[in-house]
């Protein structure tokens, strides 16, 4: 079992910044793609962006590209999301998923689920 607990949510003002933090735990995740998805209310949970632990290319939902950052500190199992220059649309959940053999392109299909983080970004 997987557990994925999030952290670093909360209000900003538009233009400003965020680093969310995603902590893993359970597993060894050398071979996991660990990510984050986004739900706004009324609409479909959103891809943000994905990392392996392996080390390879990073993927970004277009409506994030050049804005957010991920990375990750393997020492700490520990992935982050960097998020710069926001902007109200960007307010959502943010959801740290984890999987052992998805691929791109990154679907809403992911084995393990935090619990979420509110994103909330005013005018």
């Known amino acids: 079992q997987v557990q994925l607990v999030e952290s670093g949510g909360g209000l900003v003002q538009a233009g400003g910044s965020l680093r969310l933090s995603c902590a893993a735990s359970?597993?060894?995740?050398?071979?996991?793609?660990t990510g984050w998805f986004r739900q706004a209310p009324g609409k479909e949970r959103e891809f943000v962006a994905a990392?392996?632990?392996?080390?390879?290319?990073?993927h970004y939902g277009d409506s994030v590209k050049g804005r957010f950052t991920i990375s990750r500190e393997n020492a700490k199992n520990t992935v982050y999301l960097q998020m710069n220059s926001l902007k109200p649309e960007d307010t959502a959940v943010y959801y740290c998923?984890?999987?052992?053999?998805?691929?791109?392109?990154?679907?809403?299909?992911?084995?393990?689920w935090g619990q979420g983080t509110q994103v909330t970004v005013s005018s």
């Open positions: 359970g597993r060894t995740f050398s071979s996991y793609v």
């Open positions: 998923v984890a999987d052992q053999k998805i691929r791109p392109p990154y679907g809403p299909h992911w084995d393990y």
């Open positions: 990392i392996a632990w392996s080390g390879g290319p990073t």
